[in-house]
């Protein structure tokens, strides 16, 4: 690692990779989380490499007798350190933009080992992806493969294409935002509309149709949805063959595994490696996974100082200096996050744990059960490695927080904290005024 790596109290050999607890004190694999708060400063998202890779590894492992490419869905966490990780591992990378494609390239993943999705992809962004080199496109829309063929003859090749398949099933994700594979959803072919569209591929001499492809919601905690949407797919894919499409050889199962946030049922990852394997075997395709949540989630945590306490309408607050801007999943999908005191009193309240936003829903977790964590202890929100620092902004001119990587007894900020100058580095004093 080198540069950056910061020295710290090391406690021996003997951890877990991951967050635990020993003699009243809260740790990320050997390094005491308290130790990084005062390092580097509050909020800090902090990861653990090696949940990270136990993570991949487990899933890779369960897939060992199918042929099978696991392609870690950026938008999860586009940390480059995470990225590199998992290159090292040998992983691939789902992408939805020309930004995470730029993150992919700087992180060393080559053009084969890219996917690239979306709903709403610009001819410049397919463009760059063609000229890497990725695997393939998915594909959700007929528009998007009449500007696929223009983009790639442009370019005198032919672009290898996955139509995205929404399967028109049951999704059991615990929020309405984070399904996407039900009937009139905005994502994928719709189901009965796949067969045009792969019709049309065969008009359009600049694409080619090489997979199906389908991500029908995230955070599942069952594989039922999985079930029903693998046996409909599996439909066309076979259907599509009678049509003479005879070059279909991936199927996409996208991503979705669910992690435990509070006492969900933790995904049963041989069942579901067993599943996907079946239908690949049976359709003798190369299976591809997207798995974003499920590789990152659980490596998180997010530190967050208290800094004030206060009652207000009978009700206790702990007021922190993280907020919705750095973690939305709670305000925004009302998401529970387990919240630990890096050094617990012992004592416990119920509280609201609330961020400085100006905002009602600015909130952490509502009526919790809490550490009676006084101005100056440090909490932190666990499970916070999906979805978190990817999604924060800066509102109320907050600079986003920092990141830390851990591996071992060992760690390095991986992001910088920003500054005041970051929030207006893009804002200009001079005005260039133009006229139509
Ligand atoms: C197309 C696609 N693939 C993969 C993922 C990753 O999902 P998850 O983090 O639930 O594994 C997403 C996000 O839901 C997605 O939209
Ligand atoms: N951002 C969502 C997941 C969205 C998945 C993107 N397709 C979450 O935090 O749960």
Redesign the pocket.
Known sequence: MGQGVLSAAAVGPDFEPGFSSRDGELYCDAVPAGHIAEAVGTPAYVYSAGVVRQQYRRLDAALGGVPHRVHY?V??NSNLAILRLLQAEGAGV?I?SGGELYRAREAGFAGRDIVF??VGKTARELDEALAEGVLFV?VESEGELVVLDEVARARGMVAPVALRVNPEVMVDSPHHY?R?GEKGHK?GIPYDDVRDAARLTRSLPNVELVGIDM?I???LSSFEPYADALERVSALVTQLRADDFDRIRYLDV????GVVYRDEPATDVERYAEGVARAARALDVTLVL?????LVAEAGLLLTKVLYRKRSGGKEYVITDAGMNDLLRPSHYEAFHEIVATRPRGHRVVADVVGPVCESGDFLARNRVVDDARPGDVLGIRTAG??GFVMASNYNSRPRPAEVLVDGDRYAVVTERERYEDLVRQERAALDWRTA
């Open positions: 869905s938008k999860a789902d939805v999705s979306g998915n984070i996407t994502f991500h919601g995230s955070q996208g991503g979705g595994l997207e798995p974003g949540r499920f999906a979805y």
